[in-house]
């Protein structure tokens, strides 16, 4: 149920929508207020916009006689919910409310009825470490705060909070919560005043056997849980060097890098990669793969992703990035003239290999530039003008580039590809700077400034984290500085208020 502990608007602009629920064993009923019903689920269901999903993923209607039955895709038993008072006539309405005020590029619950997209597929694999038993325990408590004049709910890693104004007392509430017979078992909850009303902050104690299942664990599970990757994937990318994020061949060291100083060049801040404009990927739901000699990337928009990297001139796109094949209408094979290094896009879980010598798949390539193109002049000359980088600062700003997805399965942190945070701690600091980022140096001296998200704590956890963070990586931090020394190499960086 995560599209209903969300946070919407101002305190001002709350309005009523559930009004009942009944919890069964195997579902759960809603009364929804019906100025509500229409927006309800026009948040509720599934659809793409620009490659990227809104809705909750998976989730499919049934119209019954007197109720609507919501439910999830591939779940075993049936993870539903009826809503109540809603027949044929009124989810008729809904529908054309829907067709009049969304227009989306995929209606998944319309388009997909009886198959998950896999759109669908990889924002279900991110989203399962929320904290679902407990968001699903405190909604079948949800008559705790009827009297309340709003009511919502924001989750932060493995916490829930709970916010409201008027209505009952965040004492009384915590007690019924904690009650033996009628609470959230093994639950903490901590009563807190706000200036807007009151909040109950929801947790469950550290529990000793995560930490003795994590040494239990396949070195590709572990790594998966981190990247977001199937656990297939992970595996192809290990090496005898731990779980393989940083262990690479030169060419691809030298690509990674040279993706690096794109990505991390935005806006007014930005050094002269800035003007190639491909920071705008990390604005697209991205998982990384890196592995020896490959970096693979899997993106739910993996057309949008190819066309941003390569380019149909040598003014655009990566310099001196082209496309080799496109064996499959989803899957795009790269490689960079200059290094030779390898890169593939991906919607699906894992690209299948391409043996054709010609590499003609009779996929249209849209104009990109191909391997058959030689480097241009403006390409030429924009690399010429790169400052040199030593092995190790090249190495460096690979580790930070392939792991722009990655966050804490215990959800400590999350890098959220420098856009958003996953975890929806601090909204205001996605906004606070955001689209400013500047990486510059020469040699073994670099600076890397940025406004918005990750946090400067979150990326230097993603950096150190004793299970996928980079090897023999030291950290320094001072009150606006934090410096990240990897052998001789310095990379100064610096969190923008």
């Known amino acids: 149920m995560d599209w209903v502990h969300q946070q919407r608007g101002s305190t001002a602009d709350r309005v009523q929508v559930v009004t009942t629920v009944r919890p069964y064993p195997h579902l759960i009923g809603l009364s929804i207020a019906d ?157 807190e005043e706000l200036s807007i009303g009151q909040q109950l902050h929801l947790t469950y104690p550290p529990r000793p056997e995560r930490a003795a299942r994590r040494q239990r664990e396949a070195p590709e599970d572990v790594r998966a849980s981190f990247t977001g990757e199937t656990v297939r994937s992970a595996a192809l990318g290990l090496s005898g060097f731990g779980l393989g994020l940083d262990s690479c061949s030169a060419s691809q060291r030298e690509l990674r890098a040279l993706l690096a100083l794109h990505v991390f ?47 149909s001139s040598p003014s655009s796109g990566l310099p001196g990035l082209r496309i080799e094949c496109r064996p499959a209408g989803d899957i795009f094979r790269l490689v960079h003239l200059p290094t030779g290094a390898r890169l593939t896009i991906s919607r699906r879980d894992e690209p299948p290999s391409c043996d054709a010598a010609e590499h003609e798949h009779g996929w249209d390539t849209r104009g990109w530039l191909t391997v058959k193109d030689p480097l241009g002049q403006q390409e030429i000359t924009d690399l010429a003008a790169l400052p040199p980088r030593s092995p190790e600062m090249a190495e460096l700003l690979g580790a930070i580039l392939v792991r722009v997805a990655t966050r804490d399965p215990a959800q400590r942190w999350a890098i959220g590809t420098w856009f958003h945070d996953p975890l929806g701690r601090d909204r205001e600091q996605e906004r606070s700077g955001s689209g400013l980022r500047r990486l510059w140096g020469a040699n073994d001296h670099w600076e890397l400034e940025w406004g918005g998200y990750p946090s400067a704590d979150d990326l230097v956890l993603s950096l150190t984290d004793p299970e996928i963070g980079l090897r023999k990586l030291h950290v320094a931090a001072d009150d606006r500085h934090t410096e990240l020394r990897f052998h001789r190499a310095v990379l100064r960086t610096t969190h923008l208020p």
């Open 35 to 191: 100025e509500s019903l229409n927006a309800f689920l026009a948040e509720a269901l599934p659809r793409q916009y620009d490659g990227e999903l809104y809705g909750g993923a998976g989730v499919r209607v049934r119209v019954e006689r007197d109720h609507l039955v919501l439910q999830v895709l591939g779940t075993n038993p049936p993870a539903q919910a009826r809503v109540y008072g809603v027949g044929a006539r009124r989810w008729g309405e809904a529908v054309e409310f829907m067709s009049d005020h969304q227009h989306p590029e995929v209606n998944f619950w319309k388009d997909h009825r009886r198959e998950i997209h896999p759109v669908e597929e990889t924002a279900l694999r991110r989203r399962s470490l929320r904290p679902h038993d407990l968001m699903s325990a405190v909604l079948r408590r949800y008559a705790l705060w009827q009297g309340a004049n709003w009511c919502d709910s924001t989750v932060t890693g493995e916490d829930l909070h709970v916010r409201w104004s008027k209505g009952p007392d965040r004492f009384e509430t915590a007690s019924v919560l904690t009650h033996p017979a009628c609470g959230i078992p093994g639950v903490k909850v901590i009563p």
């Open 265 to 311: 060049n935005a806006g007014t801040l930005g050094a002269p990669p800035a003007r190639r404009c491909l920071d705008a990927l990390t604005c697209y739901d991205l998982i990384m793969s890196p592995r020896h000699d490959e970096l693979v990337i899997f993106a739910t928009a993996p057309d949008n992703v190819a066309g941003r990297l390569v380019g």
